[in-house]
């Protein structure tokens, strides 16, 4: 059974920072790629930022040049730099993974949420 565990979620003013991270221990299994979906009230789950573990990368259009995604792949781990924060940005941030193990499958952590305040 694979987990995602995250971390990194709280209260911020527009214009601060955050980093989100999020972990998938255990070794028994290959991590093709992993990345960040958030979910504001009454919104549609939206990509916000995949990465590879090649290092190819994808951000949605509504974050790129604030936020940034990389990957410890030694840790199986990933992290979402988050700068220049607006409200808009609020959301529940839900850690994805797509994992063999050995069946290809989609994985996804607890959520954390971001909050924004103008």
């Known amino acids: 059974q694979v987990q995602l565990v995250e971390s990194g979620g709280g209260l911020v003013q527009t214009g601060g920072s955050l980093r989100l991270s999020c972990a998938a221990p255990?070794?028994?299994?290959?991590?093709?790629?992993m990345g960040w979906t958030r979910q504001a009230p009454g919104k549609q789950r939206e990509l916000v930022a995949l990465?590879?573990?090649?290092?190819?990368?994808n951000y949605a259009d509504s974050v790129k040049g604030r936020f940034t995604i990389s990957r410890e792949n030694a840790k199986n781990t990933v992290y979402l730099q988050m700068n220049s924060l607006k409200p808009e940005d609020t959301a529940v941030y839900y850690c994805?993974?797509?994992?063999?193990?050995?069946?290809?499958?989609?994985?996804w952590g607890q959520g954390t949420q971001v909050t924004v305040s103008s």
């Open positions: 994805y993974a797509k994992i063999a193990t050995p069946l290809l499958d989609d994985y």
């Open positions: 255990g070794s028994i299994f290959t991590i093709n790629a």
């Open positions: 990465i590879t573990m090649g290092g190819s990368t």
